[in-house]
């Protein structure tokens, strides 16, 4: 829908929250994405309903991988038309509705959510697609507990109309999935399971049979896949295998990533090859990974900010029985953005860092500083990042920082 063929009162809150937004950039308050749709659901709260309607919507949530998975959605879906998305990450329905009003005549809209907003957006934008990739502890102290946020998927989507690309190896997610018309399953694995260990629908145990999971109690089984992850290929449905190894993004967890949206992708008739030839153009998303030089070293940017999140990323940091053991840099903040809450630094396996030099930065750095010596991890702390990396021995320098921390450490090496 074009600005012209909004009502008259959409067409003010659009132009109040792009205003909004320049006075909060030239005030150096950030992108201003998120006050300026404040703003204009303020002036409208049916906007995010007005500026969707008529496109095609996607869209994706979970723990981890959803912005990753919102890029490579994105580009795949590029093979049949423009493309609008909330590239950057705001996901809540203030940054949502600012990047809708940023492009309004792009037909798909991709588009990532909070898990806590999903429902909401999805009653709001009447998605085609829905990408559940998985449910694991994060922000407690903001968020609900995982069961109670299953509970709230699987209640809100009951009955959508939408397709559910969903993963059939996260218990959680197949029961928030309990309800839907149309679902179609993907195995890519999981490898945190410290939330999915009982079973949401009855309480009783789940058995973990190799990649296959069932209740001793109740009849709540893993379903069967029609795409899955096996090694470095992705197997389509009609049994179709497309390499993974011209992907850039790394780890397991991307490839996982790059299934997921394959299979979103296959929904709007794009082919499981185009659509992984098309994913191989993505270098980084929104900083992640990204390589840059900063006081004469190389650094590697990365994300992680719950036990699950830091699980993926010591598979590409501190493979097991790898050597040589180079510098880790890690940054740990607790700001309102990140969960004010850093308990769950005790459930990160952090002996995985053994042998490599650690240097330790940020707002919380001492709690992570304990947490590092309760699991034999030899480490330093630093005030600041130009003391940190000033300090560190030879080699490139893995940097694993969570939300915030990450992001002021992107501003600082200019990535």
Known sequence: MTEAQLPPRARVAVAAGRLTGAVSRAAGRGSGAVVGGRVALRLDPELLRRLTAGRACVL????????????LVAEALRAKGPVASNALGANMPAGITAAMAQDRTAKFAVIEVDEKYLPGVAEQTAPAAIALLNLSRDQLDRAAETRMLAQRW???????????????DDPLVVWAAGRVERVVWVAVGQSWKDDAWSCPQCGGVLHLDHADWRCGSCDMRRPTPQWSLDGEELVAPDGTRVGLGGLRLPGRANRANAVSAAAVAAVFGVEAPTAIGRMEHVTAVAGRYDTVSYRGRTLRLLLAK?????????????????????PVLLSVNALSADGTDTSWLWDVDYTRLVGHHVLVIGQR??????????????FEVFDTAEAA??????GEIEVIANYTAFQQLRQKVGS
């Open 60 to 71: 994706i949530s979970a723990t981890n991988g959803k912005t990753t998975t919102t890029r």
């Open 154 to 168: 699987r209640d809100g989507l009951a009955g959508t109309a939408a397709t559910v690309i969903a993963n059939a």
């Open 389 to 394: 990396v000033d300090a560190a021995p030879a």
């Open 306 to 326: 719950n036990p699950a999140g830091w699980l993926e990323t010591f598979d590409l940091v501190a493979p097991p029985d790898t050597a040589p053991k180079g």
């Open 365 to 378: 750095r001492l709690d992570l500083a304990v947490r590092l010596q309760v699991a034999g991890v030899e």
